[in-house]
């Protein structure tokens, strides 16, 4: 089984390429949702959230403040470390227990689609990494369209993860998405065609 993985800036288009890959027949573990997972309520990941954080981080129903929690982390560069110190670890053994399911279906390619994907030490060993970028002005844009902030956050969320040329270094490949989504799918086939078979 060949390991994808796919990581890029926020507001790059990793989620329009992830689902491409899926549609090409590569089974895709999301990243994001394995983060929302591993801290529901009753599991280690919220208890661990709580003992560094505080009790303030939940909501009346005792989910997860994910908003004011990303507040804190994107203005706080100790309480970001702090945070994925504690969480990391939990997703990548749900990723890893993943990759090892897809292999026992036989799957040909799984792709790990997860925006701090080369953050993570250690992470889910990969055969090559994609990582989407785009123009840091169309990333502002995105972000504040898709998720309702200003342009002063969407650029503290930015500087927050490693910059596109460093994704770009570590990077098997480069999907720029500045095009249009024609031309995205194009580079993306193109690429898909190059896995072993």
């Known amino acids: 089984m060949f390991v994808l993985g796919l990581t890029g800036g926020i507001g790059c288009g990793k989620s329009t390429v992830a689902s491409q890959l899926a549609k090409l027949g590569a089974r895709v573990l999301d990243g994001d949702r394995v983060a929302r997972d591993v801290v529901q309520p009753d599991t280690p990941g919220l208890a661990r959230i709580i003992a560094r954080f505080g009790t303030g981080m939940l909501q009346a129903d005792g989910q997860l403040d994910r908003p004011q929690l990303g507040q804190l982390v994107f203005q706080d560069g100790q309480a970001r470390l702090d945070l994925n110190a504690l969480l990391h670890p939990l997703i990548v053994e749900r990723l890893r227990a993943g990759v090892a399911q897809a292999q026992s279906d036989g799957v040909r390619?799984?792709?790990?689609?997860?925006?701090?994907?080369?953050?993570?030490?250690?992470?889910?060993?990969?055969?090559?990494?994609?990582?989407?970028?785009?123009?840091?002005?169309?990333?502002?844009?995105?972000i504040v369209a898709r998720n309702?902030?200003?342009?002063?956050?969407?650029?503290?969320?930015?500087?927050?993860?490693?910059?596109?040329?460093?994704?770009?270094?570590?990077?098997?490949?480069?999907?720029?998405?500045?095009?249009?989504?024609?031309?995205?799918?194009a580079r993306i086939a193109q690429l898909w065609r190059q896995l072993p078979n």
């Open 148 to 185: 309702g902030l200003t342009a002063e956050q969407a650029r503290a969320r930015i500087a927050a993860q490693w910059s596109g040329d460093r994704r770009k270094a570590a990077a098997t490949a480069v999907l720029d998405n500045d095009g249009t989504l024609a031309e995205l799918e």
């Open 109 to 142: 390619v799984c792709v790990l689609d997860v925006p701090l994907l080369l953050e993570m030490t250690p992470g889910v060993p990969c055969d090559a990494v994609w990582t989407v970028e785009c123009a840091p002005q169309t990333q502002v844009a995105r």
